[in-house]
């Protein structure tokens, strides 16, 4: 299994509900991300997760709040979010060998939730 | 902070001619993608340059790699009108750091 999942595909969601992004990947891949990309412009990092542990936040408002169950799955739950945060979200994993001192190799994406927020 | 700028962010070209797109970025790095994304749809991973002087191609599509000029291109041979897409390069830093370029939004016209 090469690939990363997505779910759902499409989210339409009020500012005041909550609703959760989901990820998974099978590929022993131990580094995850988030990614926000807006119409016409490059995928924004928003968080990356090494060995289930957060370590990268950038600067990411607390209305958007990552989990990482298990090495295969990735949410991203969504609290009152306001219209601006409508984009595409990605979802991406690579080998993560820092530990052992070796570098990434390959990231794979998902393709995307479309999220439109009304 | 770290830049990655492409050049140019807008490409209009005629089929069967030949153009580069440029990658600049601002922090050492030995390890530079590109990456394909069609409209409404997730990034197509096309090259991966591990090391200064990388050169890879794939079809119509050749990548190379300068880490001392922080400088990678993107050259096309012959576009067709299945090349229309936007390209991104995507830098990778150490601490699974990844950051894109700018992007560049290629058009070939029969």
């Known amino acids: 299994d090469t690939e990363v999942t997505q779910t759902p595909k499409h989210l339409v969601m009020g500012m005041t509900n909550k609703k959760s992004l989901k990820c998974e990947q099978h590929?022993?891949?131990?580094?995850m991300y988030w990614y926000k990309q807006k119409a016409k412009k490059p995928p924004e990092l928003m968080f990356v997760?090494?060995?289930?542990?957060?370590?990268i936040n950038e600067s990411v408002p607390s209305r958007f709040s990552p989990e990482c169950p298990n090495s295969s799955l990735l949410n991203l739950h969504l609290h009152a979010l306001q219209p601006e945060d409508s984009a595409l979200y990605l979802c991406?994993?690579?080998?993560?060998?820092?530990?052992?001192?070796?570098?990434?190799?390959?990231?794979?994406f998902g393709s995307g939730t479309r999220l439109t927020v009304v | 902070e770290l830049k990655v700028e492409q050049n140019p962010l807008f490409l209009s070209m005629q089929e069967g001619k030949n153009y580069t797109i440029y990658c600049n970025y601002s922090?050492?790095?030995?390890?530079l993608y590109w990456y394909r994304q069609d409209p409404g749809k997730s990034l197509e991973s096309l090259f991966v340059?591990?090391?200064?002087?990388a050169v890879k191609q794939e079809g119509r599509l050749m990548a190379s790699l300068d880490t001392k000029a922080r400088l990678s291109t993107l050259h096309i041979t012959a576009a067709v009108h299945d090349l229309s897409a936007t390209y991104f390069c995507?830098?990778?830093?150490?601490?699974?750091?990844?950051?894109f370029g700018t992007g560049t939004s290629l058009t070939v016209i029969p």
């Open positions: 997760y090494s060995y289930e542990k957060l370590s």
């Open positions: 590929m022993g891949h131990r580094a």
């Open positions: 340059l591990l090391s200064n002087g």
């Open positions: 922090t050492t790095s030995d390890r």
């Open positions: 995507a830098v990778e830093l150490t601490g699974n750091q990844f950051y």
């Open positions: 991406a994993s690579s080998q993560d060998l820092g530990r052992s001192g070796g570098r990434n190799y390959g990231y794979t």
